[in-house]
């Protein structure tokens, strides 16, 4: 059994990682960058996910559209949600916490994608062809 709870909190670490690293991508890419930490000196329980929760406060006062804010704070905020609901798997062993953990990622993971689209891209246009 706790090999398979063991391999499932990977499973869900990897992707959280991933998503973390979208995460980091587009508050860098906004108009005010919002910076955190992250590489193999800072933990993503420990050091980054504070930092998206004060990033989740603020981010409200970025100059962007107010549709692009609400998905800004909705994609953080799925991501703090998979981030405390691995952590209380990791502890108790209880699926429900493994399985909220992915539909949150699962939820959260394009409504970042769409918000990277439209830093990179505001006008929502094609790129001019040459």
């Known amino acids: 059994m706790s090999d ?7 499973q869900l670490m990897d992707r959280f990682k991933t998503y973390a690293e979208g995460i980091g991508l587009a508050l860098r890419a906004l108009p005010i960058p919002i910076a955190l930490p992250y590489g193999e000196e ?3 329980i420990a050091d980054f996910m504070p930092a998206v929760v004060r990033a989740y406060n603020i981010v409200d006062e970025q100059p962007i559209p107010e549709e692009q804010t609400a998905t800004a704070c909705t994609a953080l905020l799925y991501w703090i949600t ?11 062993g209880s699926q429900h916490r493994a399985d909220a953990a992915l539909l949150a990622m699962m939820t959260g993971e394009p409504l970042l994608a769409d918000l990277i689209e439209w830093l990179i891209d505001p006008e929502g ?6």
Do not use: F
Not at 4 to 10: L, P, Y
Not at 82 to 92: D, H, L, P, T
Not at 125 to 130: A, F, H, I, K, V
């Open 4 to 10: 398979d709870k063991d391999r499932q909190t990977e």
């Open 82 to 92: 998979a981030a405390e609901m691995i952590v209380a798997y990791a502890v108790s």
């Open 125 to 130: 246009g094609e790129p001019p062809q040459d």
């Open 42 to 44: 800072h933990g993503l």
